[in-house]
């Protein structure tokens, strides 16, 4: 059944606005619900919104259902909140157990109790992709930089690497050069973690993204964009490996470009001896 109006739970980043305008071209109406001090202020000066709260779960639904929003796409980090400081309403004492249990055993489990929740309610959720498969990347060298030899082996030890935090629910990104692992990527997230590997002395080495294991692709894929290549020139990398459809590249055209420029390589990689 199509979805005729998206509501759209914005977190950080352009991510939000290119879904919010993707849901536009294929005829869905978008309410945006944001964070305070989160979601792009840009972003709702072009969409009708609501502003919700973590702690506030009927207000959300109520937000939903009072704009007339049949489905649900979440989109953009947003941090996890301090649990000790939350206040919930009526619906969200309901759900806070579960929050809590969940959110001790990883993101994934967190964020598969809100997919429950929203699909009980009547909503359909939907993944960014679902709306824009153009964000994923695709198998093979996106620009005109390739890797060599030793950014492939650095891209298998990644993969072993990110599959076994991934099983962990721990994250989704770690940086490997010549063979040593510099970073894994945990609740900090991908940016913070390459400003760390900015400390760290030498050449070349490989960003690699992968989706968890068990993860819900509906909800937080890896992502990359200009913002990540940036990290990547100044942490002294060769090149950044993501999985093949199953990761998103965020503007796209500028993110190759600028690894183009700076003399970065950016590959889509399926798991497994292939890779």
Do not use: Y
Request: charged content about 25%; glycine content about 14%.
């Amino acid at each position: 059944m199509p979805i005729e109006r998206l509501g759209l739970i914005a977190g950080e980043g352009d991510a939000p606005a290119r879904i919010a305008d993707a849901a536009l071209s294929r005829g869905m109406a978008v309410h945006v619900l944001a964070f305070e001090g989160v979601t792009d202020p840009a972003l709702l000066e072009r969409f009708p919104h609501s502003f919700i709260r973590f702690d506030k779960v009927g207000g959300t639904v109520g937000a939903l259902r009072d704009n007339g929003c049949d489905g649900v796409c979440m989109v953009g980090k947003v941090a996890r909140p301090d649990f000790g400081k939350l206040r919930p309403d009526m619906a969200g004492i309901g759900l806070l157990p579960k929050v809590v249990k969940a959110a001790a055993k990883g993101d994934d489990a967190l964020l598969q109790v809100l997919i429950d929740f929203f699909e009980k309610k009547g909503f359909a959720v939907l993944g960014a992709h679902e709306i824009d498969g153009g964000v994923l990347a695709g198998e093979g060298v996106h620009g005109r930089h390739k890797p060599g030899e030793a950014a492939w082996s650095d891209i298998r030890k990644g993969i072993t690497v990110v599959d076994a935090i991934g099983a962990l629910d721990i994250g989704q990104g770690a940086v490997v050069r010549e063979g040593l692992v510099l970073a894994v990527e945990a609740a900090e997230g991908t940016d913070v973690m390459l400003q760390r590997c900015t400390a760290m002395a030498g050449e070349g080495g490989v960003l690699v993204k992968l989706t968890k294991p068990s993860q819900d692709h509906r909800v937080d894929l890896p992502t990359i964009g200009v913002r990540t290549v940036e990290g990547a020139v100044a942490a002294g990398l060769a090149g950044i490996a993501v999985e093949a459809g199953a990761a998103m590249i965020m503007d796209r055209d500028a993110t190759i470009h600028l690894a183009d420029e700076k003399g970065l390589f950016i590959i889509g990689v399926r798991r497994g001896p292939a890779a």
